[in-house]
């Protein structure tokens, strides 16, 4: 039971990232992260680094769709921009999970819109973790729903969705809200409730920083 919990708390392992939309030069995004359930506490860290306009690396330290530890890097790039705000991405990441080795090929697509006066945005990303001793394959997506309240607060709603190789599909819904901590500093809080599978409820924070 406990492992099922933790393996379904690892669709929140990956925060609200810029999937789609590259990191300008230089610009960097790093996000610390916790969540609490009645039968566990997890913690992680993700950071993103614009090598150029167009190239995004990054890092990804938590736990892998297994609910085991994970320490994956990454490089995205833009893939089509058909026009009308419609964007996709590819990313191709590799490291090491429970101690071996995968390769963690991704797709990303997002959109921005105005509504009420408000900018918001939709966003799918997609990645697939391949054990590269056994081709076994996890998969997870997340698809997420934002909305400016103002310049210091964003309103996310996300549905994550995944399943562990051999083991049944599994999808939680997380509600949320970042506030302005500063210029460079937001603070993240939403709560979580699974939608399939073991039915826990929890709590997540988490600090955006940007430079």
Known sequence: ????????????????????????????????????????????????????????????????????????????????????GHRFAVELGAGRIAGRDVLRPGLSYGKGFDWAGRTGWVALDAVAEIHTETLVIDGKADLTLGLSVNENRKLMIQLQAGAQFGDAPFLRVVPSMTFAVSDRMKLEIGLSQSLRGHREAGIKAAIWLEF
């Open 1 to 84: 039971m406990l492992r099922l919990a933790i393996m379904m708390w690892v669709m929140l392992s990956t925060p609200l990232v810029a999937g789609a939309w590259p990191r300008g030069k230089g610009d960097v995004f790093v996000v610390g992260y916790s969540y609490l359930v009645p039968s566990d506490t997890y913690s992680g860290i993700y950071g993103e680094w614009g090598l150029n306009d167009r190239l995004t690396f990054g890092l990804d330290l938590g736990r892998g769709v297994s609910g085991r530890e994970k320490a994956i890097l990454f490089l995205r790039a833009p893939l089509w921009s058909p026009g009308k």
